[in-house]
Nanobody, 115 residues
Framework: QVQLVESGGGLVQPGGSLRLSCAAS????????MNWYRQAPGKQRDLVAS???????NYVDSVKGRFTISRDNAKKMAYLQMNSLKPEDTAVYYC?????????WGQGTQVTVSS
């Protein structure tokens, strides 16, 4: 069983950077695809970035070139480096882990981009 805890959110000015972290507990971390989702108030929860067990990554077009997802299997950690942040990036960001059998969610961390 897996528990996910996000950290690293906060307030940042447009153009700034944040690094989100997702700490996983439990077994078989390396078998999970790791994903970051975000949800703004009144809007759907959308997939932002994914990284597979083999390290392949995908990004939603709106963050491509600005965000980087990574993982450290030895530390059971996933990260989302966010650069050149825009006000429209403001949302609660959620860590997600998926394999063939299970899916888990973190509690979310607030990211606010504002002057």
């Amino acid at each position: 069983q897996v528990q996910l805890v996000e950290s690293g959110g906060g307030l940042v000015q447009p153009g700034g950077s944040l690094r989100l972290s997702c700490a996983a507990s439990g077994s078989s971390f390396s078998t999970y695809a790791m994903n970051w989702y975000r949800q703004a108030p009144g809007k759907q929860r959308d997939l932002v970035a994914s990284i597979t067990s083999s390290g392949s990554t995908n990004y939603v077009d709106s963050v491509k070139g600005r965000f980087t997802i990574s993982r450290d299997n030895a530390k059971k950690m996933a990260y989302l480096q966010m650069n050149s942040l825009k006000p429209e990036d403001t949302a609660v960001y959620y860590c997600n882990a998926k394999n063939i059998v299970w899916e888990y969610w973190g509690q979310g961390t607030q990211v606010t981009v504002s002057s």
